[in-house]
């Protein structure tokens, strides 16, 4: 009992970077349920009902997103927005996180008045709105650092955290809105938004749909992130691998031939372990498909995925690998230090990011 609590502990301590964060994914309960509780008030849902959905019951992959229906319910109107991106960065910096790269689906609303753009505006404003910790969310040698974020708390004392934003395409979206997606993301490049993913819910839409629009991504130098084999679709899963982004998610149902050519590409892999065992796209932890991936030296990162809906942590997934498959603080924290060469962001964060670790890593290891 006292070594599992120190070596959470050592967990919490250890310097992360998390890479495969979606943000409606990512909110705490208690903000979900004061949500709905205000929805409920005003008679827009029924409290109780929405009650027990929030506070866990199964999670399987069609629960996910029958839950997303319903944050996005609850979150989408632009002060929501802001307070949840907000919260969501003051939790990942409360474990040390010191890179985050938050995704999320740009959203247009016309009930609200909310388009793709002002739903970004609201998300970067809770960055600007945190005050726990100093969101870092410039390269120093752009533009905009000249007005860093700080000034804002003006304590340079304050722990630090960089942050990074990634446009999410949802599956179900057109090629059209997608293009838009791609469109905003280099409108706002330097707003810290550095990449593109494609995610949402893997038995819905086509790749064809959405190719045009991340091999637009492509052309314009976008980063591109994409999720894998979250189910068994055979044309998908090899379309993604000859499509060749710089990151995958998931990767769950590959076959033999699949799982050659994916080790065989080294495309960095966003491992997400407790969301991957909850929704069936691994049998168990022990059998979860880490292990062959990190015996084989390919490339990865212990990501998260929704925090909040699979009541996790970054810190925990550390945990997680520990206990399971028994790897000791060293690999540990070499398997943190490994996820600064899978970031989006420049080579001068990089740098700062590598200095970070080496400095930290004599005292933690
Ligand atoms: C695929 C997922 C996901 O974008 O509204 N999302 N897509 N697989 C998953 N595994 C469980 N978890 C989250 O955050 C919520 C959205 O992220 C995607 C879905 O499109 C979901 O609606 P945002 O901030």
Same mark, same amino acid.
């Given at each position: ?40 008030? =005003? ?116 722990? =630090? ?7 999410? &395409? ?51 130098? &976008? ?143």
């Amino acid at each position: 009992m006292e070594a599992e609590k120190e070596m959470r502990e050592w967990c919490v301590a250890l310097p992360k970077v998390e890479l495969h964060a979606h943000l409606n994914g990512s909110v705490r309960d208690s903000t979900l349920l004061e949500l709905a509780k205000q929805l409920g008030d =005003k008679g827009d849902i029924v409290f109780e009902d929405v009650k027990d959905v929030i506070m866990k019951n199964g999670r399987s992959l069609p629960e996910c997103f029958r839950l997303f229906e319903l944050y996005h319910i609850l979150t989408t109107d632009h002060d929501t927005v802001t307070r949840i991106t907000k919260e969501v960065v003051e939790d990942f910096a409360m474990e040390n996180v010191v890179y985050l790269e938050i995704r999320t689906t740009p959203k247009n609303n016309e009930a609200k008045g909310m388009t793709k753009r002002s739903y970004m505006n609201a998300v970067i404003k809770g960055l600007k709105t945190v005050e726990a910790v100093e969101v870092v969310l410039f390269d120093s040698n752009s533009r905009a650092d000249k007005t860093p974020m700080s000034e804002l708390g003006g304590d340079t004392r304050k722990m =630090k955290i960089y942050v990074r934003l990634l446009l999410s &395409i949802d599956r179900r979206e057109t090629t059209l809105a997608a293009l838009d997606t791609v469109n905003l993301a280099m409108e706002m490049k330097d707003q810290g938004v550095i990449g593109i993913d494609l995610s949402g819910n893997p038995v819905v839409g086509e790749w064809e749909t959405y190719l045009p629009a991340l091999e637009h991504a492509k052309e314009l130098g &976008i980063p591109i992130t994409i999720h894998c084999g979250e189910v068994a679709n055979r044309n998908e899963i090899r379309a993604v691998l000859d499509f060749c982004p710089q990151r995958l998610g998931h990767v769950c149902c590959l076959n033999d031939e699949e799982w050659k050519k994916l080790k065989s590409l080294m495309i960095p892999v966003e491992i997400c372990l407790t969301s991957n065992v909850m929704t069936g796209g691994a049998p168990s932890l022990e059998l979860h498909h880490f292990a062959d991936l990190y015996n084989a030296k390919h490339p990865l990162s212990l990501c998260t995925d929704d925090s909040g809906l699979f009541s996790t942590s970054l810190s925990n997934e550390y945990y997680l690998v520990a206990s399971t498959f028994g790897l000791s603080k060293a690999e540990l924290f070499q398997l943190a230090q490994d996820a600064v060469e899978f970031v989006f962001a420049g080579d001068e964060l990089k740098r700062s990011l590598r200095e970070l670790f080496e400095r930290v890593g004599k005292e933690l290891t």
